[in-house]
């Protein structure tokens, strides 16, 4: 059974008007239908607006109740947002009247509840910062409830317009042809069968994800030289190379009659004038006047409020610690910059001592426990989470955007925090793509100490494509230093949990087959590739490092209970931070539901 769904919301108020996302809706829904998929097209035209019900009544249609989906193709073509790292959101009809959004990644991972053996996801949409403070406290909706089968994950390909952070873009419609969104309408020409470089070289008569993403890549590199544009496309085609078949030849003159017709491009001199003013990314805000291109409206206001964050951030760290004299090597293993704390609080018996005069560096230490859950109070009522190993120290940093960040370093190996405050400034720029997750995880290990900042921050990236194997690599990675591993790790690997003695939480994590070598991965560490055995660890933490992973707490799956017991509902708390941070009446919540106490 083949299913696709493909969704246009060209009407997402106040966002500017996207008439591409119908067109591309339908033509992605004509070609499926004629490939032999069932197919579903929802889009706003006649007024009708796609909300998130509506995309859920389709779907529960659609999917079997008592048979596996051999292939399931996604089609997004509209406003998007980022979250998180690869985390994605896609802008409903009424999205900024009812502050709800599609969740494409708790989407993706509800169907594997569904019995998909192959997902394929292809998201026309931009991925930029919300560029305030109510969009970023959007509600991130899963769409689907759970599923009639156990959650198992399906060969997964992900094909994106653009990078994150980046805009995707749509040509206005002529006498020619209509309004294109670019992305789509390069699919649809790969997809149809009429293009000889569409087809894979090794399966000569067989459209697959790796042809695909090949053409698609040269294709748009020709639409950029005709429209004067600049594309940032990325492909994730998954493994193996063959799990999802688009097209066989045999079939291919029964899909569209003919490729789709693009609009004239603008003469040198039109673009000349247009643009001279301003860059292109401004013309979304005033689509009357746009002639050429309408990208997404939120993308040119993501750049200042990204940009002074993270420096705002490298300043309180760098200026402040290293030069202030806040940090000493013996005695401190948390250290908390840009605020004053009004309060720590952390679980039963964890002492926490206040070591400097001046303020911001403690001694947090336990005569069970070598891990330390967290909250830092601060006077205006806001609540920053960290982690506290004793044998590390835990930097956690606030500036005057309330933008909270942490990360933690060994006291003898300072010099490696640039590169945490490089990712980290990444992440909060919206830069991290998963195809950086292997050069950061590359830099995880050091000497006995495993970076569990870039691990929590790599488990997203490898959970966006799927890839269980190198979540579970890096978990190995902590048993086998004797470290506990980041709650996101243990939760994003799908590890097996149980309590212990002390109320700590145990995981065994299963064996993994070493990674094939090759160009991409072939200089890289053999921690990013090796086979590892089973082993059993800790979890660090009680509950997501990042704000991210609380779209998956609130359903999760049966070995995920024992550690996210205590957390339904806490979601609608969080501050729009990268790294987890409350509400008072959320952290009131988490502090009597597991018993912290105040150190004052």
């Known amino acids: 059974m083949k299913l696709c769904l493909t969704i246009g919301v060209s009407n997402a108020k106040p966002l500017s008007n996207l008439p591409g996302a119908i067109i591309a809706a339908k033509e992605i829904g004509l070609w499926a239908q004629q490939a032999g998929f069932l197919t579903e097209v929802i889009t706003d035209e006649d007024n009708t607006p796609v909300t998130i019900e509506r995309v859920r009544k389709t779907l529960l249609k659609m999917l079997p109740a008592n048979d596996e989906v051999d292939l399931f193709i996604l089609h997004f073509a509209g406003h998007g947002l980022r979250s998180g790292a690869e985390q994605n959101i896609w802008l409903t009809s009424d999205w900024h009247h009812e502050m709800r959004a599609i969740s494409v990644e708790a989407l993706r991972r509800r169907l594997y509840m569904y019995g998909v053996k192959s997902l394929s996801i292809f998201a026309d949409a931009c991925r930029s910062l919300p560029s305030d403070i109510d969009t970023a406290n959007i509600c991130e909706d899963a769409v689907l409830p759970r599923g009639p089968h156990e959650s198992v994950l399906p060969a997964i390909a992900r094909f994106n317009a653009v990078g994150e952070g980046q805009q995707a873009y749509m040509l206005k419609g002529d006498s020619i042809a209509p309004s294109r969104c670019v992305f789509s309408t390069v699919l649809v020409e790969g997809l149809s069968g009429a293009k000889d470089d569409a087809f894979d070289k090794y399966l000569q008569n067989c459209i697959i994800p790796e042809s695909l993403a090949l053409f698609s890549q040269k294709r748009l590199t020709e639409i950029a030289e005709i429209y004067d544009l600049k594309f940032s496309p990325e492909f994730n085609t998954g493994i193996p190379r063959d799990h999802a078949i688009y097209l066989k030849r045999e079939e291919s003159s029964k899909t569209l009659p003919q490729l789709p017709k693009w609009p004239a491009p603008p003469s040198f001199s039109e673009v000349q004038n247009k643009f001279s003013e301003e860059p292109p990314e401004f013309l979304a805000d005033r689509s009357n006047d746009a002639q050429v291109i309408l990208p997404d409206a939120m993308y040119s206001l993501k750049q200042s409020r990204s940009g002074k964050s993270s420096k705002g951030f490298k300043q309180h760290y760098i200026d402040e610690i290293f030069q202030g004299g806040y940090f000493s090597k013996s005695d401190s293993n948390l250290i908390v910059r840009g605020a004053v704390p009004k309060n720590i609080w952390s679980t039963c018996q964890v002492d926490v001592r206040s070591i400097n005069k001046r303020g911001g560096s403690y001694l947090v230490s336990d005569t069970i426990k070598n891990v330390f859950q967290i909250l830092i109070e601060f006077f205006d009522g806001v609540f920053a989470s960290a982690v506290v190993y004793e044998n590390l120290t835990t930097i956690v940093s606030r500036d005057g955007k309330n933008e909270i960040n942490w ?182 919540i988490l502090i009597e539901r597991f018993n912290m106490e105040s150190n004052k």
């Open 407 to 588: 990360t933690c370093v060994s006291p003898w190996e300072l010099d490696w925090i640039g590169s945490d405050l490089s990712m980290i400034e990444k992440l909060q720029k919206g830069t991290l793509s998963a195809k950086k997750v292997d050069s950061i995880a590359a830099k995880l290990r050091r000497s006995t100490h495993v970076n569990p900042t870039l691990g929590a921050i790599a488990s997203y990236l490898y959970d966006f494509t799927g890839d269980l194997d190198s979540i579970h690599r890096m978990a190995f990675l902590y048993c086998n230093n004797s470290q506990p591993m980041p709650f996101d790790v243990s939760f994003l690997g799908a590890l097996s949990m149980k309590e212990i003695e002390g109320g700590q939480i145990e995981v065994k994590v299963p064996p993994v087959v070493s990674r094939p070598r090759s160009l991409l991965n072939d200089r890289l560490p053999y921690w990013v590739t090796m086979k590892t055995s089973e082993q059993s660890g800790l979890v660090a933490g009680l509950w997501p490092w990042l704000r991210q992973g609380w779209v998956f707490v609130d359903e999760p799956e049966p070995q995920e209970r024992t550690h996210t017991g205590g957390l339904n509902g806490i979601a609608k708390f969080l501050l729009p931070s990268q790294f987890s941070s409350f509400t008072e009446k959320g952290a009131r």
